[in-house]
């Protein structure tokens, strides 16, 4: 009997909103799946792309990006920079064959702390229906593989 | 009356190596690319390019290839190594520029360190070659003093038939006869003639060429800048050259496990040669591209006696800004008349 | 007077009056069908110059090698639409001052070879306008098409068969006249945010980071496609995300010297439906 | 191999101290050892890097390296900790041909971070004092805080039997300071050794290498007298991997060490 799949999850979050949104829904005793490892970034507009790639290159089933509402932004305007990046790099990754399911982008306020347990629910959730990222998995696996010639 | 190898039993013979225990390797077209790749049946080989895209050199010293394997416990490192996969093959279908430029790599992978990855996968293969009918603009073994039908390199030569219902059989060396044993009896006596070979032209004066680049005061000529300006600086030439042999060592990984692998590099990056400090020796594209001509015509030679070229003008055929060996030879040609 | 001998006489009157200090432009190549990139500096060799539909490769990278306008003198270049849109990319994002450039423009219609008037970037502004109006309408690439229509599983296996190929030459970025990082990302390594090797991870990374950097900012001039020694059809890649970045920004890459460059700008309104 | 001490030479500056886990491999690298060679330190993960053994050839007990903390592997290896496992691979190249400097004088030119190597010719000579003649070592920094091996120096310069220049690049010098102040060519003129039977071992950066043989040319040193060594960029060491030849010279294999003579004969826009 091989164990059920449990779903590796990483989620960057910007420190002001949804990082203080997860403590939120911490300290209101909100339950929520075991599945995410939160890192933290001063900002939205810090999250490069590279960071979602370096996930998928680690072996994560799916990331989560999340920061403060439009407007709400502790440096005015980065979540407006990252929001753009987003979307020109969700299409790329759609354009290539990585599933829209894997990697999911949510704006959490620090006084959204069961948006934010909701959301890390219903990714995990969907996530685990997905099943394992075999795909990118096997290409991760190639890489300690031995030469095939 | 000579011994004849037909196409069409060809699957036969792959069948028969297979049984042996060869895999076969050919070229193929793949994925909208010519390469040499394992294959099952004769009818996946294309045996009708002038030559593939990607040369033989992949076979046996592989882009990425794994060298070792670490975990780092808490008190010890333990580490794996890698070699390549044993068994033996039969290469069929090579071209003799390709084959030739494995030969020439022989002496720069054995000198001092003898490197296993090169000779496991050297020693465990056969190649066939067959000879070429047919030539492109960019084709110039002949330059190099090489021809359609060059031996060098291969176990068994094979040139195509007049009437083009197979091949001439040629033993080249024990290896290749030994490989043969396992089809003795598909290879027929026959009377049949070989086409004619294509007509290389030829396309420099190599020795006068070499003379140039030997001569120490050419090393700073105005010409190294003039010929490389549009250089462009990518490494599809290198990486798509028989003989070019150039690799970088790179880890990757974590402080938990990772791998150390051998991958291709190139003399025409800036950063192959950048010291920690910033200083670099070759720090221009026109040193960069002198250093890929010298190290061929000059260096190479100087050390084993042999070019490292075999003509085969993938350099030139599929550079980005139509460079490439044949344009800086025959230029240095003209120089020094 | 063809427009080949008209840009000879232009060009052979420039350096003769010292106006420019070199004309990069396109002569023969090894084989009939090849063009060249060549760089005159005397007014003897302009006959060394030609113009026909081969000449399809642009130019515009050259422009930003190392030292070539650093004296603020002045250089003529031979430019399609798209090297003009390259340039105009360049000069906004300070890699070059387009004042310091004649423009020898011209454009291949069919098997015609069109001249474009003018000598400053500002002056193609309408070529350029035209070619963002139209681009919407131009007919899809049959492969573009189908690979739209794949499941997201086909089209990752699509793209990593494709991206198996890879080398890691690195000509796609060496021949691309947007790719001026002195140090790419790749060539970085503290931290490595992509394998160097070209093993089939390495190469899938390498490939999707190339094509975010080129989001917004590629012209199609079709130089990575044709530079490809393994033939992946980067076109697609970079047709893809120009169609979306048009689409959802109504940004168009290179249409004037001043242009914000899509990803580093924002409107308040920008579209957010994917957003949780 | 283990790292059993380490010690901050200058800011960025690390020697690390290293004995190898297994005694048999300790044997044989001892036994192919010469002072000049040099080895590829790495930290898996990393890579490796190839820097000169900064011990000498004399002291067997272990092997030494100092380095500049610059990059990747450099990082690495300076956030190694006492105890941590590095890897290594050695020794490669040649040496200098220390017999042949019996019974003559000894000129030692040294700049910045490239001293370590010099250091490892300076005591493999010093631990044998007694067969060489005058010992002159001119060493100089971009500042006093940059100058390496601060205790050693401080060694030489109360030993009677050396004669230690120390000085700094102009703008480097702290307020009590109390040697020279200057590029090290300039100092080195300034010192005028002679060249009688002597043999001088310059190393520094390239540009300090090009002008201190111009300095030792007026001072009548010759070509074949003069050692230095080459440390160009490498990834095998053992002339394969093709990046650190200079003209047709192999550095990995045919050097590091050369004397100015062979140098002089390689294309110098190579180097």
Redesign the interface.
Known sequence: MSEPFEPKIIAFVCTYCTYAGADLAGTSRLKYAPNVRIIRLPCTGRISPMFILKALQKGADGVLISGCHPGDCHFTHGNYHARRRWMVFRALLEFIGIPPERVKYSWISAAEGVKFAEFINKVTEDIRKLGPFEQYTQLIEETEAAASL | MTKILFSDKLDNCVERWKKAGFSVIGPVQRNNISTYAAVERAAELDLGLILTERSIKELFFPQSEPMLQYTIKKDSIETKDFLPPSGQRIIFGARPCDASGMAIDDPLFGWDYKDEYWFQRRNESVIVTIACTQSDDFCMCTSLKLAPDSTKGSDILLRPLENKRGWLVEEITDRGRDAFKAIADIVQESADTAAPLAVVEKKFDLDRSVAWLQNPENFESRFWKEISMRCIGCASCTFLCPTCHCFDIQDEGDTYSGMRRKNWDSCSFALFTMHTSGHNPRSTQSARWRQRIMHKFNYFPGKFSVNSCSGCGRCSRQCPVDMGITETLQEISKLSQ | MSIEEQYRTRAKELLAGGAVKMVIGYGKGTTGERRRPIFITSPDEVERLVLDEACITNLSGYLVSEGLLSDEKRVAVFLRPEGVRAVNILAAESQLDSDQLVIFGFDVVGNEIKALKGIHVEEFADVIESLKESAPGVAKELLLEKIESMSPQERFSYWQGEFAKCIKCYACRQACPMCYCRRCIVDSNQPQWVNTSSHSLGNFEWNIVRAFHLSGRCVECGNCDRACPVNIPLRLINHRMAEEVLGTFDHFAGTSKTQEPVLASFKKDDSETFIL | MKIVARHDEAPGVRTLRLEFQNPADHDSFMETYRTGMFGLY????????TFCVASPETRKEYIECTF?Q???V??ALANADIGD?ITFRGPYGNRFPIEEFHGKNLLFISGGIALPPTRSVIWSCLDQREKFGKVTIVYGARTVADLVYKHELEEWLERSDVELVLTVDPGGESPDWKHRIGFVPTVLEEAAPSPDNCIAVICG??IMIKFTLISLKKLGFDEANVYTTL???M??G???????????V?VC?EGPVFTAAEVSRM?A???
């Open positions: 790495g930290v898996y993960g990393e890579g490796e890097s500049r610059s990059g990747r450099t990082s496992l950066p390239p440390e160009n960029r990834k095998c053992v002339g394969k991997c093709g990046r650190c030849n200079v003209g047709s192999y294999k294309p826009s190579d180097l």
